[in-house]
């Protein structure tokens, strides 16, 4: 089978392509390094705009971020930007479009091999489809029904809660309300 | 939640087709209406009216077809069969659970995702790729789910005046190859364009919320939108997703805004990173030159 296969080939190609390169970031403005992903947690430092840190892991609003001289804390995430600082993109500054866990990123104009090569969504592409009703379906036989959905939930631990609709400004939407 | 935007227009193109009679008309100072096609014109304003569930439906397969026709799915029913489940239960959460929520992964390398109207979604193998868990994939799901329930798509549709000629033919009910292919030319034009920005900025706050009722950690679309915020635009990868939608920094701007602090005390939920990872895993094998 071409997955048994893929499952062999996977760690020579991920060899071939470079050590799984740590995800990176950088502030956007000066921000509180807090010692806790809560608002009111001590701040171990304050970092300067465009420090570059290492992801550790995310937590809701926050990331765990370690630091050039090694010291762990969090940031809000929506403080910061992922990749290299804007001055420091050249070629390889960039996020990864193959995702986390592939290597490092690559200068836009390289080539990636993949097998079977790339498989683009292009406007020229979308532009040249003709209708394929055989993958419409096709598609329709992998529809769920509300109790794989439910159960799917249940293995995860998801539970369904009320929330409502926030507007621009950030208030809560009465007229649209939450969900029961 | 039913679409505010139809009557407007109704309204609006009544009085234009009320003014064009009066014009032709013969009253004074009138322009002539020799070469305008007041039936044509007549039946765009029908086109207009609001379009029943089933319309919508039959409309979003045939854009469907047209979509899958450019990229076929994925080869891989496990991935499949997983997407569908985390998101008709984000579709669940919204205010149009019982649509036929059908989602489905393409063979696209290019990371982008879209929704049909009536409740068809398709992913692309690349957006999936880049996403780090299953919160990440339920706030993507559910930002494209918010898109159906506000029927964007279809109220974007129903301004192309030919669109108003193409409902005659759904209207007659018979599902044929000939309306499918005839949805073709303004699904592609639609999906090369896009939306409004404003649109894109309201699937945000909704998909947030969204995948926050199904119980996930909510901050799972910011992150997908902080990853691709680190993207090369000139990325033949996004080069469709960022010309059709606003910079992804922007968006992550707005959210910041419309999210805030307050939103603090609705995080919880699980990334369900595990099983995500386990399904997507043959996805992710890549391989650099």
């Known amino acids: ?180 | 939640m039913r679409s505010v935007y139809a009557v407007p227009g109704i309204l609006l193109s009544l009085m234009f087709v009320t003014l064009l009679a009066a014009c032709a008309g013969g009253g004074k100072g009138g322009f002539n209406l020799q070469n305008v096609d007041i039936n044509q014109l007549v039946q765009n304003v029908k086109g207009l009216r609001e379009v029943p569930e089933p319309e919508e439906i039959q409309i979003g397969d045939g854009v469907t077809e047209t979509l899958l026709g450019a990229r076929p799915l994925q080869d891989d029913v496990e991935l499949q069969r997983y997407v569908n489940v985390v998101g008709l239960w984000v579709a669940r959460q919204s205010e149009r659970p019982n649509l036929p929520w059908h989602f489905a992964v393409n063979d696209s390398d290019y990371i982008n995702a879209f929704a049909t109207p009536g409740g068809n979604i398709v992913i692309t193998k690349g957006m999936i790729r880049v996403l780090h868990n299953e919160s990440e994939l339920a706030g993507v799901l559910g930002h494209e789910v918010s898109h159906v329930v506000r029927k964007h798509h279809l109220n974007a549709m129903r301004k192309n005046a030919a669109f108003g000629l193409l409902m005659q033919g759904v209207q007659a009910g018979s599902k044929n190859q000939d309306l499918v292919n005839a949805l073709a030319a303004p699904t592609k034009e639609l999906y090369a364009r896009g939306l409004d920005k404003s649109d894109e900025f309201e699937a945000d706050r909704m998909g947030v919320i969204i995948a926050a009722r199904a119980g996930y950690d909510p901050w799972g679309l910011p992150s997908a939108l902080q990853t691709l915020a680190g993207v090369n635009p000139d990325d033949t990868y996004v080069k469709l997703l960022f010309k059709t939608h606003p910079a992804p920094s922007a968006r992550l701007e707005k959210l910041a805004v419309a999210l805030g602090t307050n939103f603090d005390s609705v995080t919880g939920g699980p990334q369900s990173t595990d099983q995500f990872l386990r399904i997507t895993d043959r996805i992710r094998i890549v391989a650099a030159k």
């Open chain 1, 1 to 180: 089978m071409k997955h048994e296969l893929w499952r062999w080939l996977a760690p020579a190609l991920f060899l071939m392509s470079g050590a799984a390169a740590a995800e990176t970031g950088y502030t956007l403005q000066q921000t509180d390094l807090k010692a806790k992903p809560f608002l009111d947690a001590d701040t171990r430092t304050k970092l300067p705009e465009k420090t570059e840190l290492e992801i550790v892991l995310r937590q809701g609003p926050w990331m765990q971020v370690k630091t050039k001289n090694k010291q762990l804390g969090y940031v809000r995430m929506l403080q910061l930007r992922l990749g290299s600082t804007p001055t420091a993109k050249d070629s390889n500054g960039w996020v990864s479009v193959l995702g986390p866990g592939t290597s490092s990123p690559r200068p836009s104009s390289t080539t990636v091999t993949m097998t079977g090569g790339v498989r683009g969504f292009s406007e020229e592409e979308l532009q040249a489809s003709k209708p394929n009703k055989a993958e419409y379906d096709k598609m329709k036989t992998f529809a769920a029904t509300p109790d794989q959905a439910n159960s799917h939930a249940a293995e995860v631990k998801l539970t369904a809660r009320a929330v409502p609709y926030y507007g621009e400004d950030g208030k809560p939407l009465k007229d649209q309300g939450a969900k029961k």
